[in-house]
């Protein structure tokens, strides 16, 4: 079977209509317009390329082949196959190409030159970084971190080296909780069930990563990962073996700054079942409200300061407003700041007194 790209030109300053059909080798399964040049995927892994709007197509299947062929020092024909075509969204001439493969392909200028990359291993998890829009942030695989005495340098599964003085291993954590299994509750996140004092039992406390409590919001037991956590529940664990009853009312709290950007969060939004956004995505100013059965757990924020502090210290005093009258825009996040500012001493800052200057 023969399959056809029907490109439909309308001439609207001519009035006339102007049908091109070209011949390709399978179903269309992706295109992309970057001005008048046109990129497009078959079913088969084939890229087809237009500089003229589609009037007259290139087949580039021979130039991504002998490409790979240069990274892999493969004759195996299957190196050249396309699975997926995927513009930036900062910048319509960045195209990166995955293969079936390790192989992927990168295009600064919309498929004019391409360069082939050895991954390492299949590209299945990457994006596009939201503000340098050369860069595409993807896993190569890590083989060994290699020096001697320290580290000087990153092995990669595709056979190059990165030079390092340095190296933040970010590969997520499992609780030990070897020792507690037969003696105490293990709950299903993997963490030691505790009450709202962390007491897991009589005389037994658990506090940090290993601590599955309860959240103040909705009493289910979360497990939370994170330095500010883990130093305020050992600071409420010790007033409770101290003999200081004190329950654990803190809403978990994270930011992170990638350049000009600061993304922040509140609370534990599992289980949510619809967002709320007040702002604007595209400029990345804005406040997410995460909620479930109409009421918000948590929240995430970009470029707005101090909505993180407002909203977690609603959710804390439980004065947080309603999904419904976020969402029709009843109150916003100046109003949700009244309302904290109106609990006056109960606020609770890090340093007393300064409630009014922190919000």
Known sequence: ??????????????SNIDVQISYIDAPLINIHWCSDTVLALTSKGSVYRSDDRGRQWTKMSEIFHRKALIQLEDSDERVGIVNNLVPSPVDKSLVLFTGTDQIAWISLDCGKTITAVNAGKQLREYQFHPLEKDWII??????RIGGV??????DLLNGKSLQADL??????????????????????????????????AKNVYASG????????????????????EAVRQGYVAALNILGRP???????????????????????????DEVIVDGDLSQQKFVAYYARKGRVVASASMNTPNAQMIISEALRLNVMPSAEDLK??????????????SKGSSCHCKRAGQCQSQL
């Open 1 to 14: 079977m023969r399959h056809i790209i029907l490109l439909l030109i309308i001439q609207c300053f001519a």
């Open 246 to 272: 004190t329950p654990l009312t803190d809403v978990p709290f994270f930011w992170t700054r990638q350049w000009d950007r600061t993304l922040a969060y509140s609370g534990v939004g599992q289980g949510f």
């Open 328 to 341: 029709e825009k009843k109150v916003n996040l100046d109003d949700i700041k009244k309302i904290v500012l």
């Open 138 to 143: 993807a896993s190569a695989g890590v083989k």
């Open 209 to 228: 990563d290993i601590s599955s409590y309860p959240y103040w919001v909705t009493g289910e037991h979360v497990r939370i990962e994170h330095q500010n």
């Open 149 to 154: 005495g320290q580290v000087q340098r990153v």
């Open 167 to 200: 190296v933040i291993l970010g590969t997520g954590i499992q609780p030990n909780n070897k020792l507690a299994k037969d003696q105490l509750k293990i709950s299903p996140n993997g963490g030691i069930e505790t009450d709202v004092f962390l007491k897991a």
